[in-house]
């Protein structure tokens, strides 16, 4: 079988351009474990990096998880342009490099963005044919279970989640996707089935057609 990450193009030499998929989510809705998931079954993604503002929790690492910034650096990036997008999330900054996105999807790369509600609008603005899509919990229920569950945050903090998560639902009519995460295995299959046919959409592969049209000159 091929691997699932092999590039899906048939023809040799056919140039791909690279699918930008953005997924947001109510914090706790489960959008790092379908991430996390993702990317173990498509090594050949390349995420996005992040700047933030915020320090470095556990095991995380400058360059790979985020690049961690002074609030004096972000503000001066922030001011020369540098990012595609950002937004204030939780009390900190948070942006994405433009650049590198440019350059991964001129080269073909697929690209993951794992951003916050305010920020997958702007880059809408940015990127309009990338693949926008917004991570559901089953009920407000289960989302403050799950919150909870999770034992990272504090009463305060849940509460504080709830509410913006009030917010973040009203935007969701602007994504492309609605993927609710009840079952794990069955919101992993549709974000799977999202990103695979995103992969075939004539725009990710404009190198195609003139590739068979070019068999045919030569015959
Ligand atoms: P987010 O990144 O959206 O804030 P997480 O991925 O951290 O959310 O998930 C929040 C909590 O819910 C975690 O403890 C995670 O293990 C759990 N979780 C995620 N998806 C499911 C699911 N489908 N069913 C049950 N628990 C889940
Ligand atoms: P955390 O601090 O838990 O890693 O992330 C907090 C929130 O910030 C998450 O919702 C995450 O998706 C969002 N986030 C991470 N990077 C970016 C970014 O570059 N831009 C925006 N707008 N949000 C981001």
Redesign the pocket.
């Known amino acids: 079988m091929r691997p699932t990450d092999a590039p899906l193009d048939n023809l040799q030499g056919a140039t791909r351009k690279g699918l930008c998929l953005v997924l947001s989510?109510p914090?706790?809705?489960?959008?790092?474990?379908l991430v996390a998931r993702l990317r173990a079954e498509f090594p050949g993604f390349a995420y996005s990096i992040s700047c933030t503002t915020r320090a470095p929790r556990g095991a995380e690492e400058n360059g790979v998880h985020y690049h961690f910034l002074t609030r004096e650096d972000f503000l001066a990036k922030r001011g020369a342009g540098y990012f595609a997008e950002w937004a204030e999330v939780h009390g900190n900054f948070y942006g994405t490099p433009k650049a590198p996105v440019e350059d991964k999807l001129s080269r073909g790369q697929d690209m993951l963005f794992d951003i916050d509600v305010q920020g997958a609008l702007q880059l809408k603005a940015v990127f309009p044919q990338a693949l926008y899509v917004f991570?559901l919990p089953p009920s407000k229920e289960v989302l403050e279970r799950?919150?909870r569950?999770?034992g990272t945050d504090s009463e305060e903090a849940i509460a504080k989640r709830m509410k913006n998560a009030l917010g973040e639902l009203n935007q969701a009519g602007h994504f492309d996707y609605h993927i609710v995460?009840?079952?794990?295995e069955e919101?992993a299959d549709e974000l799977r089935a999202v990103y695979v046919a995103g992969r075939a959409r004539a725009i990710c592969r404009p190198g195609l057609v003139p590739g068979l049209l070019a068999q045919w000159e030569r015959a």
């Open positions: 989510a914090s706790g809705a489960g959008k790092s474990t991570i799950r919150l569950g999770r995460n009840d079952d794990i919101a």
